[in-house]
């Protein structure tokens, strides 16, 4: 099966500190990943879109410059949120899919969840 | 008007009962169907997952899709407790975004 790790899956910061989330897919080469947020008993809400070499495409109200994503390789994207404030307390969830036009083939990450002091 | 609409509930129903999970879109643009399981503290799992109206049976699992009323529904035959968990819909189009519902907890007591 296709398999996507995340980590830390739990991360405890202080204010003002930046923190990375790692997303990772283990048996498959992930052409696109996404990456979701998700607070208590909310949706899972879409922050972005990644691309293996390009910028990732953010959904609006989604500050890039606060959440930075980064796509090096066919198996890897991290998303760094820089600044973090307790408001950005929530659970982060990417996934991956080898076809960025087939919305079947999204496998997702276990999550990572943050808290911000 | 949220595209996605789905009771959060929750839902508590004993082991053995029906259940019916359902929710309902605004745009019928969206062609692509499907219904997620989450565990606490999880990420999801694709549970179903279809493009057409009609109905489609895994197991004990059927999804089913009504394009004309824009509405759809997850049935489970035979509830186990370990199917307890939440239930999201999400629907997409051709871009591959996924819109999901808020989810509905389901609690299957012994």
């Known amino acids: 099966g296709a398999v996507v790790s995340q980590h830390p899956s739990r991360v405890i910061c202080k204010s003002g500190t930046s923190v990375k989330i790692e997303c990772r897919s283990l048996?498959?080469?992930?052409?696109?990943m996404f990456w979701y947020r998700q607070f208590p008993k909310q949706s899972l809400m879409l922050m972005a879109t990644s691309n293996e070499g390009s910028k990732a495409t953010y959904e609006q109200g989604v500050e890039k410059d606060k959440f930075l994503i980064n796509h090096a390789s066919l198996t890897l994207s991290t998303l760094t949120v820089t600044s973090a404030h307790p408001e950005d307390s929530s659970f982060y969830i990417c996934?991956?899919?080898?076809?960025?036009?087939?919305?079947?083939?999204?496998?997702f990450g276990p999550g990572t969840r943050l808290l911000v002091l | 008007q949220k595209e996605v609409e789905q009771d959060p509930g929750p839902l508590s129903v004993p082991e053995g009962a029906i259940v019916s999970l359902n929710c309902t879109y605004s745009?019928?643009?969206?062609?692509?169907f499907m219904w997620y399981r989450q565990y606490s503290r999880k990420g999801p799992e694709l549970l179903m997952y279809?493009?057409?109206?009609g109905n489609k049976e895994d197991g004990r699992f059927t999804a089913q899709v009504d394009k004309s009323s824009k509405y759809i529904s997850l049935f489970i035959r035979d509830s186990q407790p370990s199917d307890s968990a939440t239930y999201l819909c999400?629907?997409?189009?051709?871009?591959?975004?996924?819109?999901f519902g808020q989810g509905t907890t389901l609690q299957v007591k012994p």
């Open positions: 996934s991956a899919s080898r076809d960025s036009h087939t919305s079947e083939t999204q496998y």
């Open positions: 279809t493009y057409s109206s």
């Open positions: 048996d498959f080469q992930a052409t696109t």
């Open positions: 999400a629907i997409a189009g051709n871009t591959g975004k996924l819109i």
């Open positions: 745009n019928s643009a969206f062609q692509y």
